[in-house]
């Protein structure tokens, strides 16, 4: 202390910081208890976050890739909330669900494809021995009867005989041809079903040629007294309608089922055939004498199914004369009126 410029004395002040001390720690101690507890609560609010989140998210990944492992497509994800969790997982299950109606038609498709694979397969080696078996008797047969005929001198049958042995081994190549599993089933219906019509017309021309000249040897063969060559005749004629009621069956596997509609149209068709050749057979029966210079013309083009026609109409008393087409048909008549 002065007073003037004298130095009275000297004061000091002393202060006890032992209570700033304790306050400051005792602050201290309470800024980390609020920051241990506020830790403590994110850690329990994280926690229960993840599982109403992350859980569901990490077990639905942990079955898609089950699902994927396994292909088991029966398997489900369980829903805990009506929240955006809750669509996630009704809209992984729908696809679960799609998924596996998807497998369950494309496994019964498989087997009903199967199924008919089996069934064809079944229907070809039958077809294929039902065809065959009458068609080695025509080939055999004719082949003996021009040999016995060559032999015996009998030349006018050869031709007749050599025809049906001819339409015998085309009819064959045929067959070989026409019973090959990839060639039938393979298409639209629409092309399906025209083929099955070409095929039933490729095979039907050489078995009526089959058919036609055994007829017209036969009648020769009876009208000569020649009962052994008769026999084997209506041997290879019998073959020949054999053959003709298996051709009709081949039409059914390619064509398949029908409809109700279709069905009752063919069915309507099938009763006018029957009733149109009723009728033509009630005329054949009667008697009747051909027409004084009858002239017949036959429009056809197939040439064998032409000469078989002009010599069964030269049998009845008729003048035939031919044509290959329509216009060569026009032809004919213009020429010869």
């Known amino acids: 202390m002065r007073r003037d410029k004298e130095v009275l004395g000297t004061v000091y002040i002393r202060e006890d910081t032992e209570e700033l001390r304790s306050r400051t720690a005792t602050n201290t101690e309470a800024a980390a208890i609020v920051v241990l507890g506020s830790l403590l609560v994110a850690l329990v609010l994280s926690s229960r976050l993840q599982k109403l989140i992350s859980a569901p998210i990490l077990r639905l990944a942990d079955l898609e890739s089950r699902v994927s492992r396994e292909k088991d497509f029966s398997l489900r994800a369980t829903k805990d909330s009506d929240d955006e969790l809750g669509v996630l997982i009704d809209g992984f299950n729908d696809m679960l669900v799609q998924i596996q109606e998807r497998d369950a038609e494309l496994t019964v498709a498989k087997e009903a494809a199967e199924q008919a694979n089996r069934t064809k397969s079944a229907f070809l080696a039958n077809m294929s021995h039902e065809l065959r078996t009458p068609l080695n008797a025509i080939i055999g047969y004719s082949e003996m009867l021009q040999e016995e005929a060559e032999d015996s001198g009998n030349t006018d049958a050869v031709p007749d005989l050599r025809k049906i042995h001819g339409a015998g081994k085309h009819l064959l190549a045929l067959i070989n041809e026409i019973l090959d599993p990839a060639r039938l089933g393979v298409g639209t219906a629409d092309e399906v079903e025209a083929a099955s019509a070409r095929i039933r017309h490729d095979l039907r021309t050489p078995v009526n040629a089959i058919l036609g000249y055994s ?123």
């Open 215 to 337: 007829e017209m040897l036969i009648e020769d063969a009876t009208s000569s007294g020649q009962d052994g060559s008769t026999d084997d005749l209506k041997r290879i004629h019998g073959a020949g309608q054999k053959l003709l009621s298996v051709i009709d069956d081949l039409g059914r596997l390619s064509t398949g089922a029908r409809s109700g509609a279709a069905e009752e149209r063919d069915a309507r068709v099938s009763t006018m055939i029957e009733q149109a050749v009723s009728s033509l057979r009630t005329r054949d029966e009667q008697d009747h004498k051909p027409a004084e210079g009858g002239r017949i013309l036959v429009v056809d083009d197939n040439e064998i199914n032409r000469d078989m026609l002009s010599r069964r109409l030269v049998r009845q008393g008729y003048t035939p004369f031919t044509a290959q087409n329509g216009r060569e048909a026009l032809e004919r008549l213009r020429a010869e009126p």
